[in-house]
């Protein structure tokens, strides 16, 4: 996991309760901020992980090379 994919969760984790604390408070703006948040979260986490599998290809064809 790298750093993208750990901020990313993180990030997506606090938009999600922000969202729902805007649900419980009535808060549509909170709540609007929140699921922006969460959506934001997802998609570094999904660049974070899609950096890592190009990086683990990249070491895969180096290590096939080698042989």
Same mark, same amino acid.
């Given at each position: 996991?790298?750093?993208?994919?750990?901020?990313?969760?993180?990030?997506?984790? +606090?938009?999600?309760?922000? +969202?729902?604390?805007? +649900?419980?408070?009535?808060?549509?703006?909170?709540?609007?901020?929140?699921?922006?948040?969460?959506?934001?979260?997802?998609?570094?986490?999904?660049?974070?992980?899609?950096?890592?599998?190009?990086?683990?290809?990249?070491?895969?064809?180096? +290590?096939?090379?080698?042989?």
């Amino acid at each position: 996991m790298n750093r993208d994919e750990m901020k990313g969760k993180a990030e997506a984790a +606090k938009g999600k309760l922000k +969202k729902g604390l805007g +649900k419980l408070t009535n808060d549509p703006d909170l709540q609007n901020r929140g699921e922006a948040e969460e959506i934001s979260g997802q998609t570094r986490d999904a660049f974070g992980r899609g950096r890592r599998k190009v990086g683990e290809a990249i070491e895969d064809v180096g +290590k096939a090379v080698k042989r």
